[in-house]
């Protein structure tokens, strides 16, 4: 009796649950925000051929601009699964173990916590064995076109008339 009741629990432990708490759910809204941006990005490429699902960041980082302006640098990794592309996010898909993960970098401008399209955010991801140095230096780089620049002008510095 008591083996059958252990083999149920940990059957049970092992499906998540309808209303289970996953990473993504985890999120503050405004790096979910980035995070669906870049999903959005995957599922419009023809070379990528998996579904693929937030799994954890790596690094997230906020600078406080002026006027409600904030900007985000969010480095995560997302993991396929064996869903078709272009699952549902309420679809549960298993995870593939067979494939990288994709190692993902967003840089982005909010404005009240909305998300700005000026300047456009930048996307990187790559399956993670093929990052390089060069690409990391890369993302870097275009990451503080990005970012917060402590001299660039401000509502007080605009002239009027």
Same mark, same amino acid.
């Given at each position: 009796?008591?083996?059958?009741?252990?083999?149920?629990?940990?059957?049970?432990?092992?499906?998540?649950?309808?209303?289970?708490?996953?990473?993504?759910?985890?999120?503050?809204?405004?790096? $979910? #925000?980035?995070?669906?941006?870049?999903?959005?990005?995957?599922?419009?490429?023809?070379?990528?051929? *998996? =579904? +693929?699902?937030?799994? $954890? #960041?790596?690094?997230?980082?906020?600078?406080?601009?002026?006027?409600?302006?904030?900007?985000?640098? *969010? =480095? +995560?990794?997302?993991?396929?699964?064996?869903?078709?592309?272009?699952?549902?996010?309420?679809?549960?898909?298993?995870?593939?173990?067979?494939?990288?993960?994709?190692?993902?970098?967003?840089?982005?401008?909010?404005?009240?916590?909305?998300?700005?399209?000026?300047?456009?955010?930048?996307?990187?991801?790559?399956?993670?064995?093929?990052?390089?140095?060069?690409?990391?230096?890369?993302?870097?780089?275009?990451?503080?076109?990005?970012?917060?620049?402590?001299?660039?002008?401000?509502?007080?510095?605009?002239?009027?008339?």
């Amino acid at each position: 009796m008591s083996a059958g009741l252990l083999l149920l629990l940990c059957a049970a432990a092992a499906l998540r649950p309808a209303g289970a708490v996953g990473p993504y759910d985890q999120l503050p809204d405004v790096y $979910r #925000s980035g995070v669906d941006l870049v999903l959005e990005q995957l599922r419009s490429h023809a070379s990528v051929q *998996h =579904h +693929f699902v937030y799994l $954890r #960041s790596v690094e997230k980082a906020q600078i406080q601009g002026n006027f409600g302006v904030n900007y985000f640098n *969010h =480095h +995560f990794y997302l993991k396929p699964t064996t869903c078709a592309k272009g699952a549902s996010k309420e679809q549960h898909c298993p995870f593939r173990n067979d494939r990288p993960l994709m190692d993902c970098l967003i840089c982005y401008k909010t404005i009240s916590g909305q998300m700005d399209s000026n300047p456009k955010p930048y996307i990187h991801c790559m399956q993670k064995p093929r990052i390089t140095r060069e690409m990391l230096a890369a993302r870097e780089a275009e990451c503080k076109k990005v970012s917060y620049n402590p001299g660039a002008a401000t509502i007080l510095a605009l002239k009027t008339g």
